[in-house]
């Protein structure tokens, strides 16, 4: 059975992006959910400031085992949110030759460098990335947008 890791970030709109592709794989793999969290829970602003001393509150999970992963983190100020830079900083390019790795941002519309600083990050690990998926959240997502992630997923592993 094929594993799949679902790492985010989240107020609430991510977190619905990553809750529907985890439904719908969970349904045929073995689907895990890591909330990225930074240690000292700083707001999103606090973490621009504090960001050369952000931490992780939760150690990176193992990747030896997955087959598959997701990262998805909130547009913020036209690039990642600073904890989710780290989650990436963090993560073992031994452990994740070979792997499938997606990335999915939710923003208002201005996405700016966010895939471009998510996938830079992993590259300079030398970290490659499959595909990448920028949501619009400025409607809810309710089941009709939550489509657009069913989408995504056709496009990536349900190909
Ligand atoms: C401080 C701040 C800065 C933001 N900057 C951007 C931005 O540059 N571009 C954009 O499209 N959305 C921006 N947004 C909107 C959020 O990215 C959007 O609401 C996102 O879906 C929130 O995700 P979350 O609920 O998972 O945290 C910003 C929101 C906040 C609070």
Redesign the pocket.
Known sequence: MKKVLIA?????????VADRINKILEKEMSSQIFLIEDKKNYS??DQFKKEKELELKNPVPSMKEIDYLFIGS??????S?PIVNVFLKNLNQKELSNKKIFLF????????N?IKKMRGILSMNGIDVEKDRVFS?IFRFDEKKLKEVDEFIKETIKK
Request: charged share 10%; hydrophobic share 30%; net charge positive.
């Open positions: 985010y970030y989240s107020f609430g709109e991510t977190k619905s999103i602003k909130p547009i913020v100020s036209f690039s949110a941002a939710t923003g208002i519309g201005l996405p700016g966010t959240s």
